[in-house]
Nanobody, 126 residues
């Protein structure tokens, strides 16, 4: 079973930056598309970004495009999210996710993913 653990969340001023990390364990093969969703209190889980197993074909939500960058290191079984120019509306719990046996094209649909981390809180003050 694949387990995902996020880290790197915290409190930051608007305009600041954070880098989130997600470490995967129990990985038996390399074909994992991986990405990030976020969820604010009282709101639905929202797609942020994802990449395929080779680190290619990145997808970003319109709200973060140009500010956030996703990357992965398969040798470390890790995926990262660099967040720049943070806004108060970015405040949410950020969840790492992985899809096993995927196509090369990533999905934005949360129920298409198979594994989820526990989440890490990101709070952006105005």
């Amino acid at each position: 079973q694949v387990h995902l653990v996020e880290s790197g969340g915290g409190l930051v001023q608007a305009g600041g930056s954070l880098r989130l990390s997600c470490a995967a364990s129990g990985v038996s093969h390399s074909r994992l598309n991986m990405g990030w969703f976020r969820q604010a209190p009282g709101k639905e889980r929202e797609f942020v970004t994802a990449v395929n197993w080779s680190g290619g074909l990145p997808e970003y939500s319109d709200s973060v495009k140009g500010r956030f960058t996703v990357s992965r290191d398969n040798a470390k079984n890790a995926v990262y999210l660099r967040m720049n120019s943070l806004k108060p509306e970015d405040t949410a719990v950020y969840y790492c996710t992985a899809q096993q046996n995927p196509l090369s094209v990533v999905t934005r649909v949360p129920n298409e993913y198979d594994f989820w981390g526990q989440g890490t809180q990101v709070t952006v003050s105005s």
